[in-house]
């Protein structure tokens, strides 16, 4: 399941990163704080989502 976990990460990772930072550009925050902190925040999110993903991935294919 780690192997599983390891590619969604990639997946999910830059999805939320860069949801984060459209977000935060949306709303005419266009510092480097800001948008970094936007980027890191949704890599850090995106540990336990994918985490949820994984387990039910792995649980539906295992019967």
Do not use: D, E, H, N
């Amino acid at each position: 399941m780690l192997r599983l976990a390891l590619i969604l990460f990639t997946l999910v990772a830059s999805a939320l990163a860069g949801a984060g930072v459209i977000a935060v550009l949306s709303m005419g925050y266009v510092t480097v704080p800001a948008i970094l902190s936007a980027a890191a925040s949704g890599f850090i999110l995106a540990i336990p989502a994918t985490w949820l993903i994984a387990r039910r991935l792995y649980t539906a294919t295992r019967g």
